[in-house]
């Protein structure tokens, strides 16, 4: 058990390691300032600790087949007025160190969802809302991570038809 009250962080994603550490993502509050969430480390003792800070918007976290940690940041590049993120902004990114990162898709509309399939492809779901609550619209892609960086605009759907 480990107390993630604190702040009033919106913790949104979660992946666990084979060591039983917990790796919990936050989304934080508005404004979704760039650089102000972060992914921390719950160990099994409970113990809380950051792990990768400098992130934006984090809606989910997910470990990929070499043990590299991902983040899906909803929208970066926030503005002063709500709804605070830019349209288009989403991004996947993967950790470099323990405040750094390497983009590996970006222009996603309002990223959500992350996690890698049994053939190591980087699978993510947008968007996190939309218009007309959501009817129609939302997509689940798989991409190969190594293949990026890539941009959503360029990415394929499976029926051929290019995203964007």
């Not at 917990?22 to 508005?30: I, L, N, S």
């Not at 809606?59 to 991902?70: E, I, L, R, W």
């Not at 960086?149 to 995203?163: H, K, L």
Request: aromatic share 8%.
């Amino acid at each position: 058990m480990a107390d993630l009250s604190g702040g009033h962080r919106v913790p949104t994603g979660i992946a666990v390691d084979a060591e039983g550490n917990a790796f919990v993502g936050f989304e934080m509050t508005p404004p979704y300032e760039d650089g102000a969430s972060k992914v921390v480390k719950i160990t099994p003792d409970g113990t809380v600790a950051d792990h990768w800070t400098g992130l934006t918007a984090v809606t989910d976290v997910a470990f990929g087949p070499d043990g590299v940690h991902y983040a899906a940041e909803m929208a970066t590049g926030y503005t002063s007025e709500e709804p605070f993120l830019r349209p288009d902004s989403g991004r996947i990114v993967r950790q470099t160190g323990p405040d750094s990162l390497e983009p590996v898709v970006t222009e996603l509309p309002y990223l959500v969802g992350l996690k890698f399939d049994g053939d190591g492809r980087l699978v993510f779901s947008e968007p996190t809302f939309g218009p007309d609550g959501g009817v129609g619209q939302g997509v689940l892609l798989a991409v190969d991570p190594g293949a990026g960086p890539m941009s959503y605009a360029t990415v394929e759907v499976p029926d051929g038809q290019a995203c964007g």
